[in-house]
């Protein structure tokens, strides 16, 4: 039996036929589990009414100018511990491995190898039964040469012409941001998703750079789209300021977005720039609590925490009694809040506008559940397609412009005063928006970004996909 298990050493190169990887190198690990396949710009779509994931490898080491498009069934999504302790879930597929002239089915989890010396993990479950493991021995089964490699992978050299582009972000299965990667893709573009965690900068005068997960130096992106969620704003921004540093254009600047998540300072420039907004109140000590109420109509008023977000840390206080509760509450805590008249007259209903480079590209209505007044989509409201009037579209690029945002979601309410000015989110969300008008909002973010390199006269583009 042992005769015809095949003997490998602790590095080896391997096939895989069936994803079109004519060879790679793999870390042989027995104390590894399962096995893993270098991964990225990794989609789940539907094929024949099963569950499939395309992928795409550089399948050689520090060399990102060869790429394979893969696409296979996909078996599971399981969560995997790596030996750093760091916890990802990723998607698993089943392929044929290819090693010392022979062949056999495996399962491999999908995932961004590129801080790990080896594109691929083979683990002890594609070994099993199969693979006897020389630990002092390398390449037992021979190894290409350079010119080989190159001629082998010859024909999966992208060509240059589109741009390298990044999204600066923290969840690679959210709806916008996977919507992101496939317009830059569909458009040619090199798209690569970096999480905002695994990102770290060096400050200096003349070589200032950024660092991914095990060393990875991020600093040739032409353009970075930054979507940060408002509890990593800080380190977010830092992230985008040094990318703004290195000279990489970045869809939406670092201050913007700083100045987007102060609600009160967004409110103050937004009046300096002639936008009206709901009559609002800020103080600092609960003793003016009475005058607050007053100031801003009696009740019902709304009261909003500074650092809140899709509508949480949003009340609606109906009596004078509760506004006084709800305010003292939170001042009791030391949080910042503003106090805002309550519309009555939007019954629950409020404007998203799309705004990008200065243009409404699209714009919805999203109605509140019953019995709630914030129609947020995240808290379940509905969406549904509205034709905006000339004053509210003017309302909504003007935000955008004193924001000093490319991309922004600016949200008017309509009252009996006119349309007025609710907030400017500087990461909106696509899913709400993209469902109800069926339109490519993703792919006009992208176009930003050419029109900016355009402009620039920087680069040429192919307009195909690069697939």
């Not at 090693?99 to 099993?128: C, H, P, V, Y």
Request: charged share 25%; aromatic share 6%; with cysteine.
């Amino acid at each position: 039996m042992q005769a015809e298990k095949v003997i490998v050493g602790s590095e080896e190169w391997c096939s895989f036929p069936a994803l079109g990887i004519p060879t790679i190198k793999a870390r042989v690990d027995s104390g590894a589990k399962t096995s893993a396949l270098h991964a990225i710009n990794i989609a789940p779509f539907l094929k024949n009414g099963e569950n499939w994931v395309k992928f795409d490898i550089n399948p050689i080491q520090n060399n990102a100018k060869t790429i394979i498009h893969c696409e296979s069934k996909l078996i599971d999504k399981r969560i995997v511990k790596s030996s750093s302790g760091y916890r990802e879930q990723r998607y698993v597929i089943g392929s044929e491995l290819e090693i010392g002239g022979k062949r056999w089915q495996i399962e491999i989890t999908l995932t961004n190898r590129d801080s790990m010396g080896f594109r691929m993990l083979l683990g002890r479950e594609a070994m099993s039964g199969r693979v006897l493991v020389d630990p002092e021995e390398k390449y037992l089964l021979g190894e290409p040469t350079s010119d080989s490699l190159k001629e082998i992978y010859k024909a999966a050299v992208t060509h240059q012409g589109g741009l390298r582009i990044g999204v600066l972000a923290s969840n690679p299965e959210l709806y916008s941001n996977k919507r992101i990667m496939e317009a830059g893709e569909m458009r040619g573009h090199e798209m690569h998703f970096l999480s905002i965690k695994e990102c770290y900068m060096k400050l200096d005068a003349t070589t200032p750079e950024i660092h991914y997960r095990g060393g990875r130096i991020l600093n040739d992106f032409d353009a970075i789209i930054p979507r940060i969620r408002p509890s990593i704003t800080f380190y977010g921004c830092a992230l985008t300021r040094q990318f703004e540093a290195l000279k990489v254009f970045c869809l939406n600047s670092a201050a913007a977005i700083t100045q987007s998540r102060d609600k009160l300072f967004s409110l103050q420039l937004l009046l300096n720039h002639g936008v009206d907004i709901p009559t609002t109140g800020f103080a600092n000590s609960p003793l003016d609590t009475n005058d607050l109420i007053k100031m801003v109509g009696g009740p019902p008023i709304i009261v909003k925490l500074l650092e809140g977000t899709q509508g949480k840390g949003v009340v609606l206080a109906e009596t004078k009694k509760a506004a006084e509760s709800v305010i003292n509450a939170f001042k009791s805590l030391n949080a910042n809040i503003l106090v805002q008249e309550f519309i009555k007259e939007a019954n629950g209903k409020d404007i998203r506008c799309f705004v990008i480079d200065g243009k409404v590209v699209a714009a919805i209505q999203r109605e509140a559940l019953p019995g709630e007044f914030r129609a947020n989509i995240h808290l379940g409201g509905t969406a549904s397609v509205v034709k905006i009037t000339a004053e509210e579209k003017k309302i909504a690029i003007k935000a955008a412009k004193a924001m000093d945002l490319k991309v922004a979601g600016v949200d008017i309410i309509r009252s009996s005063k006119g349309p007025l000015l609710l907030e400017v989110n500087s990461s909106p969300g696509l899913e709400g928006i993209e469902g109800a008008t069926n339109k490519d909002i993703a792919g006009e973010m992208i176009l930003a970004i050419e029109a900016h390199f355009k402009n620039k006269n920087s680069k040429t583009f192919r307009h195909e996909s690069i697939r």
